[in-house]
């Protein structure tokens, strides 16, 4: 697998910021341009067939067929890797494509995954429905009580599975405690950083043994690219990359390029998301018709003290509660005029929507409720406009909802 054109002689060493502008992309491109082309070619064409070979063998730097490389894509998986600091990377046609292929290709029949209750509803269904098919097992404990994933962890488990913080309630879970649990039964620690991005968190320094990200929303941030990405060794990356290769989940150059224009900006937008979304859960915490705020950065979030150790910030990602029940949500959103109704997150526009309409649509209203996601919870990803605009923008929502 040969999945990078050209060195990073500085990107290795260079600040988050400065790696999101120049990661993967040092050095020169096409006709000297210095934006990354978009190569929409399939195929690659050799004159020399030991040439040919050798780079299709792995042996030689080069692309043949852009089912397996592209250069495009290349340089996505490079900048992601960077900022992962891991050795590898590979890409994807969509986040769920980057979890399915990561799952059936380092799981057997006869094994374990441990994980969480509320992961996002498409892993879920994984859990649920999909990999028992394979006779693969799964247990999902309280997301969190971590002596109970250690004990379930403790009693087998070939693949432990983190999501933090969590999609859409914002639960975080220690992943240095539960990687090194994991690591004593031998067992590899795959982490969902997708909501903190690497910019706030990267679960490889904590122990994880792979990384991945629904790139279609933060990393791109703008609504425009569907992607995903696993980060992590050569050898596990190398396992799934020709899961992937064969089975044909792959990342199309146009939305590798889309994907590539966003991150630029990624860490700019994540700081001030992040800023915005501490303003407003704060505001929440405090309005008389919201019941529960659900914000890392909120002292009085369970798991407080643990985002403040593992993340550089606490995301741009807010759940709420609002007094009623989903009658009430429906007379909210439509309220809301600086945010899209609809089933994203991350995007440089506020978008907001209940679990029901978006990450849990997959999921009955009992399974909601056995992951605790009532349908009165509000999903709320902070975009970049002014915060005192969205502010006052929530506010004459409520407002109008509770007739105040």
């Not at 903190?196 to 425009?224: C, E, F, M």
């Not at 405090?286 to 798991?303: A, D, E, I, S, W």
């Not at 399974?367 to 509000?378: C, K, Q, T, V, Y």
């Amino acid at each position: 697998m040969n999945n990078t054109d050209k060195p990073n002689q500085t990107a290795q060493t260079a600040q988050t910021g400065t790696k999101c502008v120049w990661a993967g992309e040092e050095g020169s491109f096409w006709k000297r341009s210095t934006q990354t082309p978009v190569v929409h070619s399939v195929s690659f064409g050799y004159d020399d067939i030991m040439d040919w070979q050798k780079v299709g063998r792995g042996e030689a730097d080069g692309h043949i067929y852009s089912r397996n490389t592209n250069p495009t894509v290349a340089v996505f998986e490079d900048k992601v890797r960077l900022l992962e600091n891991a050795p590898a990377a590979t890409s994807f046609a969509s986040g769920m494509a980057a979890i399915s292929n990561t799952f059936f290709s380092l799981l057997e029949p006869g094994d374990r995954i441990v994980s969480v209750k509320d992961s996002y509803g498409g892993t879920n269904k994984l859990f649920t429905e999909f990999l028992p098919r394979f006779q693969i097992k799964t247990t999902l404990c309280d997301t969190t009580d971590h002596a109970a994933i250690e004990t379930a962890i403790a009693s087998g488990c070939n693949m432990l599975y983190l999501e933090t913080p969590t999609n859409p309630t914002l639960k975080v879970v220690d992943i240095q405690r539960l990687a090194q649990a994991a690591h004593q039964q031998g067992a590899l620690v795959v982490a969902d950083n997708t909501f903190a991005t690497p910019i706030l968190q990267n679960p490889l320094a904590l122990g994880a043994d792979l990384v991945l990200h629904s790139a279609t929303k933060y990393l791109g941030g703008h609504a425009d690219a569907l992607g995903g990405v696993v980060c992590g060794s050569q050898a596990l990356i190398d396992k799934i990359y020709h899961y992937r290769e064969i089975t044909g989940a792959v990342l199309d150059p146009m939305s590798a390029y889309l994907l590539l224009r966003g991150m630029k900006t990624l860490d700019l937008r994540i700081h001030h998301q992040s800023h915005s979304a501490l303003l407003i859960a704060g505001y929440l915490e405090n309005h008389p018709h919201v019941t529960q705020v659900f914000y890392p950065g909120l002292k009085r979030h369970p798991q407080y003290m643990i985002a403040k150790r593992q993340m550089k910030a606490f995301g741009g990602m807010i759940g709420f509660m609002i007094h009623g029940d989903f009658e009430s949500v429906s007379r909210f959103l439509p309220k809301l005029k600086y945010a899209h109704r609809a089933a994203n997150l991350g995007a440089v526009e506020t978008i907001a929507g209940p679990p029901a309409t978006t990450s849990h649509v997959e999921c009955t209203t009992e399974e909601r409720e056995a992951m605790g996601i009532p349908d009165n919870l509000i999903r709320y990803s902070v975009g970049i406009e002014n915060v005192d605009d969205l502010i006052a923008d929530i506010d004459q929502a409520l407002a109008y909802t509770f007739g105040l």
